[in-house]
């Protein structure tokens, strides 16, 4: 296909604004989905997507569609609107010209509005303002206009008015994609040089890779080399999505789409790399992507020790399909062998985990996360930390320091004053504050990145009524007066409890977690000591009394079938467990500094 009829762009918005539900209605409109289709969210095909009705990956699906006599191939990409996916984000943008900017037409321009319109500015795209939602009872459609400048300085003059829902608009949308965003270039001619923008396993083809081709021709027979990989193989099949996958015979600039080429294993493609001809080579790489930093931290542990080589298959296939998480083996006294796992914010965290028990079948113990640290030792050396566990002796610390966010929200100026208090309340630096028309207000603030992963997003909708958004960007790190605080349970740290905190918390986030593991931990046949520890000094303690229990007693005379189903439920409650010493630790106390954290 000639790239003066490609058209590459990305769907970008503030979450829940409409991309998926615009970029259903595009299938629609060019038949690439039935009617059927269209109201079961076709892009959406993760099981979490589905659950939670939010996008995670990026997808790329291609759509032929006619217009003034010539067949058009508009390539795009639905992308992820919660802020732990802004790498997904940036990568999809990289490999376009264009974007459709969907602004909700009551709610306004909001914080990743925001963020992701700059991303795609940055990427030096051709942004398209689209108001989705225009048949709400209730919109400020002029008023999102004027936002649109002002906020984003983008003219907002010839915005697209759609209704995603209803199908209002939405020729006119893909006419605009047609006349005003450039068409890709490259030479069909050049030495091939296709960019890998993801991948995924497919148990019964091996590795899928997804690419742009930049420059050259890729054809249904060629062998290729990844360039960084260095790795050599035939293809088997090429083709694009359609959106289910469909083979083709080529792919030339500026068109997005799959190569299988029969690759097994999973860690050889790297997302970022770049595909060339092993006869005709590409002289130089793609300049690929930044990795993305992980910033929360958090231990998976097999329940069950024999699982652990199929844990780690696992993880390899999360790696694969989603390079901004990692994992390394570690071992703990309490949880045995597990992996150490990096994620960009917690949602990515809560989603990893989820997709590990729906698609693998693994009973999993996870700690509570963290945020990653930089230690200036006495020594001069400067390390990294992922996990409490690891602090040195506090003699041996000439600095800790720990990450900080630049937050901004977007919020009704009334809740001005409530949301500063939040922010004053976790150790905010005031940056400033700037009024949007005459009710609604951008306040932005520095705050440490542990102060605001956990609950901040959620505190801010409860003090907003919902109206208020947030978006952050991690800036650097600055050192803080930190402690580790350690958790014993009858008299044994437990280094999996371990957490760092602020000085000035700490008894009160130490009073907190023992109080909440108390509630954790059940009763056993002993006393239970339970003591919050900084260094050799107790500054917390809680008693779990004794309790004889015998879940039978109560089932006198010869009924042995509820005597076996309560046996039966006791083994359930188990499963979930794990053994320290004599005492069982269920998996829910493991996340007790999370919900202690929330009190303090
Ligand atoms: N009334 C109305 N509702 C809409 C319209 N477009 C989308 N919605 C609804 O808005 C909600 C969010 O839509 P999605 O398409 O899932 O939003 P999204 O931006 O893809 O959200 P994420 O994938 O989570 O980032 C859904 O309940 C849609 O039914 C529209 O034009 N009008």
């Known amino acids: ?97 264009g974007a459709l900017l969907v602004v909700d037409a009551f709610q306004g321009v909001q914080a990743q509005t925001v963020a992701n319109a700059y991303a795609a500015i940055e990427a030096d795209l051709e942004i398209i303002p689209v108001v989705n939602k225009i048949d709400l009872p209730v919109t400020r459609i002029e008023e999102v206009l004027e936002e649109v400048e002002n906020i984003i300085g983008l003219d907002s003059s010839d915005a697209i008015r759609v209704s995603a829902k209803q199908g209002i608009g939405i020729e006119d949308c893909i006419e605009a994609i047609i006349k005003r965003i450039p068409a890709p270039k490259g030479d069909p001619e050049a030495p091939l040089k296709a960019l890998v923008f993801d991948s995924k396993y497919d148990h019964y083809r091996g590795v899928v890779t997804y690419v742009r081709i930049v420059e050259g021709t890729l054809r249904s027979k060629d062998r290729i080399r990844f360039m960084r990989g260095e790795t050599v193989h035939d293809v088997i099949e090429i083709g694009q999505f359609r959106p289910s996958m469909e083979a083709c015979q080529s792919l030339g600039p500026g068109q997005a789409g799959y190569i299988i080429a029969g690759e097994k294993e999973l860690g050889n493609i790297h997302v970022g790399d770049t595909v060339t001809l092993q006869g005709r080579q590409a002289e130089e790489a793609l300049p690929g992507y930044k990795q993305p930093k992980q910033m929360v931290f958090c231990g998976m542990y097999p329940i069950d020790a024999t699982d652990f080589e199929k844990l780690r298959y696992e993880l390899d296939r999360m790696a694969l399909n989603d390079a901004s998480f990692s994992f390394i083996p570690e071992t703990s006294d309490a949880l045995g062998f597990g992996f150490r796992c990096g994620f960009l914010g917690m ?82 630096i005031y940056f400033n504050t700037e009024f949007l028309g005459t009710d609604r207000a951008q306040l932005v603030y520095e705050l440490p990145l542990a102060e605001i992963i956990y609950d901040m997003h959620d505190k801010l909708k409860s003090i907003t009524r919902g109206y208020g958004t947030m978006d952050y960007e991690v800036i650097g790190f600055r050192p803080a007066d930190l402690v580790k605080l350690d958790i014993l349970v009858k008299g044994t740290l437990v280094e999996a409890l371990a957490t760092i905190v602020h000085r000035d918390s700490s008894e009160r986030r130490g009073r907190a977690l023992v109080k909440k593991l108390k509630e954790e931990i059940h009763k056993h046949q002993f006393e239970v000591a339970l003591q919050a520890a900084i260094g050799s000094r107790v500054i917390a303690r809680e008693t779990i009394s004794a309790l004889r229990k015998n879940v039978t007693a109560k089932c006198y005379g010869g009924d042995i079938s509820r005597k076996r189903k309560l046996l039966e439920k006791q083994k359930k409650g188990k499963k979930r467990m794990k053994q320290f010493g004599e005492v069982e630790i269920p998996q829910k106390a493991f996340l007790s500094i999370l919900e202690a954290g929330k009190d303090g």
């Open 1 to 97: 296909m000639k790239p003066e009829f490609i058209r590459n762009f990305s769907i970008i918005a503030h979450i829940d604004h409409g991309k998926s539900t615009l970029s259903d209605q595009l299938l629609l409109k060019s038949g690439a989905i039935t009617e059927r289709d269209f109201h079961e969210q076709v892009l959406d095909d993760l099981d979490v997507e589905k659950d939670r009705g939010i996008t995670v990956k990026a997808r790329a699906v291609a759509i032929d569609y006619e217009y003034e006599g010539n067949i058009y191939q508009l390539n795009f990409i639905d992308t992820p609107g919660h802020v732990d996916f802004h790498y997904e984000v940036s990568r999809s943008l990289a490999a376009c010209e």
């Open 347 to 428: 949602l990515h965290m809560e989603i990893i985990q989820q997709r590990l028990e729906q698609e693998a079948d693994v009973g999993l113990i996870q700690t509570a996360p963290n945020v990653t640290y930089e230690l200036k030792l006495n020594s001069g050396e400067v390390i990294k930390l992922d996990n409490p566990a690891d602090v040195p002796e506090s003699g041996n610390i000439d600095e800790f320091r720990e990450p900080i966010a630049k937050v901004t929200f977007i919020l009704p100026a009334d809740k001005i004053g409530a949301v500063m208090q939040l922010c004053a309340d976790r150790r905010g």
